[in-house]
């Protein structure tokens, strides 16, 4: 018995730009786990939270779409929150759900209008390339 919960990522969700690696993976995750809730449903409680831009090391890992030189700056959201989420997850007062104020922003957008997401998504990715002079 006992409860297990994962740590995984927004990429999960909904893919990123230059991400696509990242995103597949944490996504195969998330899948892995729903399987395993079905193969023990009585015995361990299985969870994952999806954190955005949170404040550790590997996030001073930089050209990475998405994340402005103010972001890095500022470091993400701190630690704590993806730790209160957890908490919350495993005392029931919230359903799994990204983590983060950005991460929230992003799936609100994308619930409410998906295309706009995709249309917002895409020229922000071509002032990236432009940004970073990439050949076409």
Do not use: C, N, W
């Amino acid at each position: 018995s006992g409860a297990f919960v994962a740590v995984l990522s927004f990429a999960a969700l909904r893919g990123m730009p230059l991400e696509a690696h990242y995103g597949a993976s944490k996504a195969a995750a998330a899948r892995f786990l729903q399987a395993l809730q079905f193969e023990y449903p009585h015995s361990i409680r299985i969870e994952a939270i999806f954190p955005g831009s949170i404040a550790t090391p590997f996030r001073s890992r930089v050209p990475h779409f998405g994340v402005t030189p103010a972001d890095t700056a500022r470091g993400g959201d701190p630690p704590e929150r993806a730790a209160q989420a957890i908490m919350d997850l495993l005392d029931g007062s919230s359903r799994p759900r990204p983590v983060g104020m950005k991460a929230h922003a992003i799936a609100t957008l994308d619930r409410i209008s998906p295309r706009l997401y995709d249309r917002l998504t895409r020229h922000r990715m071509r002032a990236f390339v432009r940004s970073r002079s990439y050949p076409s």
